[in-house]
């Protein structure tokens, strides 16, 4: 699992394109669907607490939990700025401890594709039903097969005044293994641009496959949504929400 780095730097710069307020109000949606209005929410891979803050406007109480110190540096920089009462923790996700059960748990950005091994997704699975409360649900997103073999062997890149990105792209179909090469250019505070490099890998599974290590870690299986409807996964579908309910340790 990569732990964002110099990366941390500059995430919420490249991730301006991404509609946070709208990802929010269809995870919000979700959550009320399945019957979550209020309560202790965790998120897991909460990066520097974009989405965190927006579901804490949303009434919920919030925890963070993300493997990266520099992500929750920033985190806690607009915990700060807000002034709302969320816990972050530092922890690794395949191996996260709370101090009790929350009413929900939700991971988004693909978070879960940052898990390479599926018995560590099992294992992830497993805290997830230990630390939900009864009947609690569990909401993650998924990026999906097809979207891993779309993305293939390319070059991504992107220039702005503060910070400029090259990412190099791989995908192995053999082992559904995407690594993605990052070098940045930070510009420091003499005006001077400074060399980053960093690897990352993500795991593209199939449906089936989680569907069934959801189950094996005793969760009920509740739906599959094509990313920010309702409807069911087409065959190009590139993102998923998939809805997991606690029904017994």
């Known amino acids: 699992m990569a732990s964002y780095e110099s990366f941390a730097r500059v995430y919420d710069l490249f991730m ?5 307020e709208e990802w929010c109000g269809y995870l919000h949606t979700l959550l009320e669907k399945y019957d ?23 009434g919920y109480d919030m925890i963070g939990v993300d493997n990266s110190a520099d992500m929750l540096e920033i985190a806690l ?16 996700m395949r191996e996260f401890e709370l101090y009790g059960t929350v009413r929900a748990i939700v991971s988004v950005c693909d978070s879960m594709n940052y898990i390479t091994d599926e018995a560590d997704l099992l294992e992830v699975f497993r805290l997830v039903n230990n630390y939900l409360d009864p009947g609690g649900v569990f909401i993650f997103d998924l990026n999906t097969l097809f979207k891993y073999e779309q993305l293939g062997e390319s070059v991504i890149a992107e220039n702005r005044e503060e910070s400029s990105f090259i990412w190099e792209n791989w995908y192995d179909p053999a082992d559904q293994v995407n690594e993605y090469d990052l070098t940045l250019f930070i510009r420091n505070d003499e005006g001077l641009y400074e060399k980053y490099e960093e ?4 795991k593209a599974y199939a449906l089936e496959t989680v569907c069934q290590l959801i189950r094996q870690a005793g969760m009920k299986l509740e739906a599959i949504y094509d990313a920010f409807t309702f409807e069911k996964p087409r065959p190009d579908s590139e993102r998923v929400y998939i809805v997991a309910r606690e029904q017994g340790k």
């Open 16 to 20: 301006d394109n991404i509609p946070y």
């Open 36 to 58: 979550v209005t209020d309560g202790l929410v965790l998120e897991l891979g909460c990066g520097t607490g974009t989405m965190t803050e927006l579901l804490a406007d949303c």
């Open 199 to 202: 690897t990352h890998y993500q």
């Open 77 to 92: 920089e607009k915990k700060e700025r807000s002034g709302k009462d969320i816990l972050y923790l530092q922890q690794d």
